[in-house]
């Protein structure tokens, strides 16, 4: 179903309303007067099937609650995920500001092209259910330059540790990331939700109304609802993908503060007006 992803969020719900409502209301005009005569269908039996239709209601929104709550749960997954890669990228900013240039300069450096390439590159093909891979080499990149920098005294050795310590987070959490990019509800959940919804309107078409033009209106409110709620499950299935997904934001507010997590400039002021 990654298709739809690729349709306008507006189109997509055009489409899904739509497409239910036109079943519906043609299922109901080919199939009531059959259903009418063949089941006996009159005011009599009206109790009988409205509580049918509610105890089948109940389990059908059931259903639909729990997998919303599923559906949100990874949207917010995902959505931390993203908040916690930027934000150990600006901790591994802020700690790669203790060593020494050019190693500091250059992975400074690499850090802004990594957060520019996760921005402009990586998170429209994650969209499109693609990953890409300069992330990947740019982060290669900055561990080369790592373990080859050489440290001269213990204070530099505690900084390189921790140094290390906040590249391995960042490579974590992209990682996280990345391999949530095909998250969603199973298709098995898809089919009984389709299913559901199918038998629902169905079990209305057994209602007693003397006036078709009255069951049919009742018939496109309800599917009306019932493509609502579908097209809400759709666009937040996956959280990574179409127009309605985990934006890149956090990412561009570190790189836009990037100079900010750099005490450099802070440490050599106090080191000047340090009391003689």
């Known amino acids: 179903m990654y298709w739809i992803y690729d349709i306008p969020t507006w189109m997509l719900g055009f489409l899904i309303i739509t497409t239910v409502v036109l079943v519906s209301c043609l299922g109901l005009v080919f199939s009531r007067t ?3 005569n063949h089941f006996r269908i009159s005011a009599d039996t009206n109790d009988a099937v409205n509580m049918f239709v509610s105890s089948m209601g109940m389990l059908y929104g059931l259903l639909l609650g729990l997998v919303a709550v599923a559906t949100w749960e990874n949207y917010a997954y995902i959505d931390s ?3 916690k890669e930027a934000t150990s990228v600006s901790l591994l900013y ?3 500001s203790t060593l020494q240039d050019p190693s500091k300069t250059k992975i400074q450096e690499d850090i802004d092209n990594y957060l520019t390439d996760v ?6 093909a994650q969209r499109q259910g693609k990953v890409t891979l300069g992330g990947t080499i740019i982060l290669t990149r900055i561990l080369a330059t790592l373990a080859t920098y050489k440290t001269t005294s ?3 050795q505690i900084f390189l540790t921790e140094v290390i310590s906040a590249y391995n987070k960042v490579s974590e959490n992209r990682r996280l990331r990345i391999q949530a990019v095909d998250t969603g509800i199973p298709y098995i959940f ?4 389709l299913v559901g919804a199918g038998l ?10 003397p006036s078709l033009r009255t069951h049919i209106f009742i018939t496109v409110l309800f599917s009306t609802l019932l493509g609502f709620m579908i097209f809400l499950l759709a666009v937040v299935d996956n959280p990574t993908r179409g127009q309605v997904s985990i934006s890149s934001n956090a990412y561009v507010d570190i790189q836009n503060s990037l100079k900010i997590h750099d005490p450099t400039d802070m440490i050599k002021s106090i080191a000047i007006n340090a009391p003689k």
């Open 34 to 36: 059959y259903f009418y």
């Open 81 to 83: 995920l993203a908040g």
């Open 94 to 96: 802020r700690g790669v």
């Open 119 to 124: 921005i402009e590159i990586g998170w429209p």
């Open 154 to 156: 213990v204070e530099q």
């Open 190 to 193: 898809w089919i009984v939700i």
């Open 200 to 209: 629902m309107i169905i079990t209305t078409f057994l209602i007693h109304l």
